[in-house]
């Protein structure tokens, strides 16, 4: 990838440092005079719709932002960016009518998972779990490698070094404080995520004010506009189904769902981060588009950095770190804290264990994290692991919440769509470099399968995945 070096090692270390150090000290500062396991899971239920509002935006917008919409805007087009856009905002969206239904029938859960322990049993709860620890531990090792990546191109910084910074910050309040300290800080990164990325808004169009329009990308790379355009279609819809079904198994927003006070806080809260999500991601991608426009051989990863970077401003540069370990760190103690929540809740229903399971949930929260420093620190490319863990997702997502709407779906159906949805969207899956499938390319010949499915494997395998499940519906 290479690197800027705009900002020397030692200072990017020390502002690092800094950064995380402030977040720690307030932290376990707010969290000391709320103790307790209902603060420690569900913040004592109290959360009013402010608190609530940052908490959820801050969770969901993670490092990811400053590389995903942009990287997939340079080759999905305009309609990747819709997707992507609406996508990331559309769960929250959705979580507004199917979260006060949850708080309904089950006012005293405190996961998802818990939910569906007690509505189905224990077959169908042990695989949602697994999806659902397995897609937040690909998140945090994602989330934590894209930040350590991106220090090193800034200044040269060792992945090694950033990773454990903000692996051990993170872990040392939400291991102590709980979904209080998490919710607590991330009122505060939230302020900081609005003020930075205003002014790296404001910076990237003053710098680029001749380019920064659709007529620029209507000269240079009209394609990415185009309604000819396959990939504007198939790129958008895949963009869509993968985040919006993967957020919807994401436990750190059903902790905040049965954090808030009340269900018109919740409602609120969740209306207002899908209104605040939808256009920061839309800017993201839409420099995308500006700078493939621009460059036709840029990096994709590097999309966004490649205009808002070119001239080399050390005090952007400053802005952009301190946004990624904000934005990082938010994720983070989301991440840590809703895993931890569901060993507390339900692990004795997987783990015969005599002792504290609050204690127990610490101790396989450390071992995580030492796997997410490990893998984060080698700097591995995790999207075709990030877009595994989003197609079991999409295989359980309808089956799992169209259940709570009728009386006619049982746990063998919903095990059994699940399945059936899963080996569908695997058989069509693509191999890492995208070229064929298990189905396409192995089993049946590239040249026997139509051109719109061998060459959209990924759509192809995500709209299968998702929606092959609802003809096991009926099955007995």
Known sequence: ?????????????????????????????YSKKYKGLNNYLVANRNIGTFSLTTSLVSSALGTWILFGPASAATWGGIGAVIGYSLGAAFPLFILIFIGEKFRKLFPKAKTLIEVIRIKFGKKLFKLILFLSVFYMLIFLIAEVTAVSILINYISGTSLWITASIVILSSLIYTLYGGLRASIFTDNIQFIILVILLLISFSHLISFNSEQFNIDFIKSNKPILLSSDYLPNFTAGLTFFIAVAATNLFHQGNWQRVYAAKNNTVLKKSLFFSFLIIIPIVFFMGFSGLIAVSTNQNIIPDLAF????????????????????????????????????????????????????????????????????????????????????????????????????????????????????????GLLLFPSPDFSKSLLVGIIIPVDFVPAFISQSLLFSSFIVATFLPMFAWKLK
């Not at 995790?382 to 009728?406: E, G, M, P, Q, R």
């Open 305 to 424: 950095f490649s205009l808002l970077l070119k001239e080399e401003v050390i005090i952007i540069s400053v802005i952009i770190l301190i946004l990624a370990i904000s934005l990082t760190v938010s994720s983070i103690d989301t991440l840590i804290n809703a895993i931890s929540s569901l060993i507390v809740v339900d692990g004795n229903k997987i783990i015969n264990f005599k002792g504290d399971y609050l204690k127990l949930s610490k101790q396989i929260i450390i071992f995580l994290s030492l796997i997410t420093f490990l893998v984060s620190s080698m700097g591995f490319s995790i999207l075709y692991l990030f877009l595994l863990a989003d197609l079991f997702c999409c295989a359980a997502v309808l089956s799992i919440f169209y259940s709570f709407y009728t009386k006619s779906l049982n746990e063998k159906n919903i095990l059994v769509s699940i399945i059936i949805g899963l080996a569908g």
């Open 1 to 29: 990838m290479g690197s800027l070096n705009t900002i020397s090692q030692s200072s990017a270390i020390l502002l690092i440092l800094i950064l995380s150090t402030i977040f720690v000290v307030i932290g376990i500062y």
